[in-house]
């Protein structure tokens, strides 16, 4: 078993410990070709630092890791745990190699610079044929580190217990455009949202308006005063009449109702009496002898129309 | 408004009476307007009434202060269960000489001259009955003792009370479709009204009561032809017409109407009925109505009026919602003229 610089590596700082499996004479072991350890460096670790390392190892083609012999990641000492393993595996040649990558984390307190070792694993590796499954073994050995202590055992005296401690580190000031902008966003969100909701329940400014439908008659009713000559004109002003009032209650309204209707909407009482001359003139126009002597013309109609759209706006 | 022209004053002349004729029949029965009225109107639409309502709220009453203040001939059967055909129309006993005698019975007694019967508790005699009342009703004739009896003034009222359910024999869909109304009767919500009633002694009697109306108030002989008179003289204009159908096309399919009603399925709810026969009964009784108004044309509230009583018994909902009829019905019948714009 040998440690041997390795080229290409050395010149990338990476020390490398080569681990050649010599023992020939058993089949099994002939089947893993090398075993290699890598390290950064083998020094200047204090506690806590990550100690990284990557294994790799070269079998004979058909050979997979058998995962279950992969050292488990956690604590491995009191003072060293195993961070993470990864397992990536490429063909080199006519061999296979298995890089393992291995993150180690130092929790020794070391007091002065020393050595420590890290202990080596065996890993398993399986090679399935028509015949049966063969095993081989590969050992990664154990390798070291140095650790350093991080201060002075024994310090100067101080008078102030504080002047041990090293300042507060600075820290400078940030950006803080991105969080406003990200503030504004959100409650321009918020706000939408809010405004959604308040439409759905008819919050103000959403509160659901009663409809004008006086408003609306009075339009249609000055248009209709505007061409007096049309032979249909009369009718439909009183229809269009008919409709805003039914519209404002709501309900189909006959002549007989209109007592009821001023009670339940005491705004129009202003117009009682313009509205029963109406729906006379409606009675005797659709239903009866057809209009008399008090027919409503149409520019009445109109000016009856105005004054209910005024009386529906103070409503 | 009274532009009647002048060869109508035969039917000014009867308005007034007709307003004596509500006025006498008003004085015996407090607090029942609406269906003092709707009686008015059945007697010139010439339409049998059925009355329905509460043990002793007035139902006959109320019908015998009608038939008293109409005059004519006036007879009443009393609903039975062992109530047959026959009873009505003959009656059979052993004369004091020993032999047995057929004679007339209530229906024939007074033939030609009948002008009111009344045939009380109508729902507790057997189909076998409701089956000659429907000949009656409908055609106002009989035959009995190999000859045809013709009754040209008679109008059948009936009462029924709706407490009771045991012993009795729901009317025919066809017999009430011949009824021109079903006018609900309650008791007088005015308090002044009850008072009268309970404490009066007037009104406990009723026989003294009854006679204490002027009699004959109106000619029956005479209502055939001036019902004719008012259903000729008073007009429908095409708005009316329209407004009508319109009604009966809601009633009938209210969903398609637009018309909900909470928790009901309007699809299903209206299983059939207003039948012509009942639309045309409407417009009758709205012409009635009309001419008693004063005016000589139809307006939509003639129809609104007496819209409940003609046409709510003769609309048949599914069986799932005819326990709830009675609700129903008027929600239906108020969202009918809610819906349909008149004009």
Sequence with gaps: MTILPDGPVLRTGRFVLLAACLALPAPAEAQVRGVEVRTPRPFGYFLGDLVQAQVDLVVEPGFRVQAASLPQPGALTYWLDLRTVSVSQSDMGDARRVRLALTYQNFYAA????????????????SE????????????????????PLREVQPPARDDPRDYMRPDGQVGPGDPRAFLMGAAGSAALALLGFAGLARDRTWWPFRARRGRPFAIAARRLRALAREPEAATGQRDALLALHHAIDAAAGRRLL???????????????GEAAGLARFFEASRRTFFGPGAGHDAFSLGDLASLGQRLARAERAA | MN????????????RAAAGRFEAAVGGAVLGQDRAIRLL????????????????????TTLLRAVARALGGAYERVEGTVDMMPTDLVYHTYLADDGRPRVEPGPVLRRSEDLSIFFFNEINRARPQVHALLLRLMAERTLTAFNREYRFPNLQVFADRNRVEREETFELP???????????GLEAPRDAGARR?????????????????????????????????????????????????????????RPGDAGIRLPGIDMEALVQGGASPRGVAFLVRAARVRAWLEGRDWMVPEDIRAIFPEIMGHRVFL????EMRRASIVPDLVRAVFETVPAP
Excluded: C
Aim: aromatic share 10%; charged share 20%; no cysteine.
């Design chain 1, 111 to 126: 007091l002065d610079a020393r050595t420590l070792e890290i202990p080596g694993f065996t890993v398993t590796f399986v």
């Design chain 1, 129 to 148: 044929s028509e015949h049966g499954a063969t095993t081989a073994k590969a050992e990664v050995p154990p390798w070291s580190f140095n650790v350093s």
């Design chain 1, 255 to 269: 002549a007989d109702d209109l007592p009821g209707f001023l009670d339940a909407h005491p705004a129009y009482r």
């Design chain 2, 3 to 14: 532009q009647f022209r002048s060869g109508d004053a035969m039917l000014t002349d009867w």
């Design chain 2, 40 to 59: 008015t109107i059945a007697l010139f639409a010439r339409g049998h009434v059925l009355l329905e309502g509460d043990v002793g709220v007035g139902k």
């Design chain 2, 173 to 183: 869909a066809a017999a009430r479709d011949r009824f021109l109304m079903e006018i």
């Design chain 2, 196 to 252: 009268a009633l309970v404490f009066d002694p007037r009104f406990h009697d009723t026989d003294a009561l009854i006679a204490a109306i002027p009699g004959a108030v109106l000619d029956h002989a005479a209502l055939p032809g001036i019902a004719a008179a008012i259903q000729h003289g008073i007009q429908a204009s095409p708005a009316i017409e329209a407004y009508v159908i319109g009604l009966w096309e809601a009633l009938v």
């Design chain 2, 318 to 321: 599914e069986p799932i919602y």
